[in-house]
């Protein structure tokens, strides 16, 4: 892939220089939880990236703040195509922002917070290389300035602790990597036993432990970074009210490195085993985050009927983190993940999941924000609305609505073969086979996301409610699998050699998204009916899928097996078989 990218620089420049938003994210106007706040930070690509040709692919969008746009390039058989993902944060920092800035704009406020006996965490996600050590440390630095500065009211004393967490094992950093015991007692309060706490009182002793600690954290070379880290490095402020003997804390985490798949290759059983610990404590993390900020914003009669349950017991890590999940432990918790990432196109698998993780924990908060079905779906369109949706975004020379649709509503373009579909496009002069597919893919791509933001609401936001591809009218069932395929419909197919060598299928399960009859005919020699279809390609994450509806590819009915259900599920913004 990375060979790919290299021999398409150019081209790639182009089509990002071209690239206008499509549907232009909306302005955020949202709310989310206050008591979650997501930043973005993009780092520099470092000398031997830019040495390597690879240019930037992640862009924070000027007019909109906190979108970020992400540009991929596919390996389209005609030619190579642009893909464009748009993600929203609260904040965005840029390639030249500094770690001042993320401690201005982010995380200043978690200081009078804790200093106030409330629990601030910050969490530094990313993949492996994007700088979160870069970032943790200089923060821990910033904020104990400011702890022992910053002249708050009243007087506290600070303890500083630092651990470090490999699968289920605890080690102390500040003394030469002890292991400790992460113990609950009898109350229900987890302890780090063994762990060492310094009463600091100087930036100068807190910038020589913090040192100390850094030399003692485990690392491993991974392709991506040579001092990669392979636990979370979790760092402890305590701060204690000797007026009341209350205490607040300030946590600071450096997550362990998501690595991209290509570097797992390159690893033996042990790395592999490590690399699905690492997920499974990201992923558990990720429910715990949402549902503590979730149980917030409940009211307190929803909390007595839904009684939730954050399940922090599920990884050592948000065990140890218990009281800031635990909806039971009463403290005021607030939290901010700063999700980092590597700009450079060869990174931009990765980056993508990293800023889909970013953007699942921002919880909207009930009653406000898309309280709306989105915009109206193609699918009710009139003729005149289908009419003036075309003129205005069928990009240049505009296609006309007369010859694309004279007459019917949005749902009977939608059922228009994908041959007539382009060949009434291409009779308006100057449109080319290439803007009228992209057109179509575009009214589709509508269409679907009108179906997905209807399962965006607010309430089903914040369960992960899923959208189906199963047919609504469960009476269709009973008909044979041949004569029930239908636009939208996901099947399992079995394809030949050819297909499998243009569209470079893997092994395993092959899915195809139906989108249109293809005309019956001459060119099929058996005879059937044949279908234009999308690829349902596997996702990023285990078990999930995606459709790209930029791949599309023709097939014989008699090369589908069954109906495949496909549920889409929010959160992680990918699709799942329904068992
Ligand atoms: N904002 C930045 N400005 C300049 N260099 C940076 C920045 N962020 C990171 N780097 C550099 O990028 C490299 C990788 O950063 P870092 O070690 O912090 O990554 P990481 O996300 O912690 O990786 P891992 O998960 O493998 O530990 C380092 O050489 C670091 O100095």
Redesign the pocket.
Known sequence: MEQFYLNNVSLYDTLVGRFRPAIPVKPDTTTTSPSIDVGV?I??L?NDENAADFPCAVFPRLRQPGVVDIHDLYNHPRKPVLKSFAYQADKVFD?G???EDVYDDLVADLVPYAWNGGIGTLF?Y???????????SQLEELVTESLLENNLDGEREIYLTIIDLAGNSAFDLLQSRKPISVLEDSFGVTHLAGADEHHVKSKEEVRTLIEQAASFRL?AP?L??D????SHGICRLRIKNTADNSEGILYLI?L??SEAARDRSAHGLERMKEYKEINMSLSVLKDCIRGRVEVDVMSTEEKKRRRPRVPFRQSALTRILKHVFDPESGQACKTVVLA?V?PSLADVSPSKNTLRYAETLRVLLPGVGETTDGPKPPMTWTNAELKDWISKNSGTPPISPEFLAPTGSGARLLQLTASEFESRCMKTPGVTFEQAMAFRSKLWQLHIDSKKSRNTSTSTRATGAMFSSRDQDATNEKVPFQKRIRPGMIVSWEPSAEQCSTLGLADGLKLAAVLSPESVGNDNPAGGQRYRCALVAEGELPEAYEIHLWRQFVIDAEQMEQEAILEYDVPTRQYFIAV
């Not at 990313?126 to 943790?136: D, H, I, L, Y």
């Open positions: 930070r780092r520099p470092l390639q922002a500094t770690t530094a990313g993949q492996t290389g994007s700088g979160k050590t870069f970032t943790v690392s991974t991506r970074n001092a990669s880290s392979r450096d362990a490195g980092c590597n």
